[in-house]
């Protein structure tokens, strides 16, 4: 690779840095400015779009997404943080409003774990 090709390469890396860390930020200050309160959204995954590469599972500040032939869900963990949404690259994950939404009760939890994920 010569001087021009690495440096064009090194430019691209650090573009998409910049734009995962914006999404990062923004997601971090949605969270931080939260009002308490149930989170009536989960993440559901579109089996048909999945194709098992573990990203949102990576992401996922809860540990809600296990991936084994495709992702799934555990709605009991999921807080709708949105992460995995921004994350998966085939747009297989959204977010649903739910009727019957539990409070989020591990915020401290989710902060320490989106640190740790940046
Ligand atoms: S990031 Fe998307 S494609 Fe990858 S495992 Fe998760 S849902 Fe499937
Ligand atoms: S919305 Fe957030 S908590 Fe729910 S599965 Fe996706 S990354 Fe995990």
Aim: glycine share 6%; proline share 5%; hydrophobic share 30%.
């Amino acid at each position: 690779m010569n001087r021009t090709e690495e440096l064009q390469k090194l430019r691209e890396r650090a573009r998409a840095l910049e734009h995962r860390l914006v999404s990062l930020n923004k997601r971090m200050e949605q969270i931080q400015n939260r009002r308490p309160g149930p989170c009536r959204y989960r993440a559901v995954v579109d089996f048909e779009q999945c194709i098992a590469c573990g990203k949102c599972e990576k992401i996922c500040p809860q540990g809600a997404i296990t991936v084994n032939e495709t992702a799934n869900v555990n709605p009991q963990l999921c807080i709708g943080c949105g992460l995995c949404v921004d994350k998966c690259p085939q747009g297989a994950l959204s977010l649903v409003l739910t009727q019957n939404a539990e409070s989020t009760t591990r915020p401290f939890r989710t902060m320490r774990r989106l640190r740790r994920a940046i």
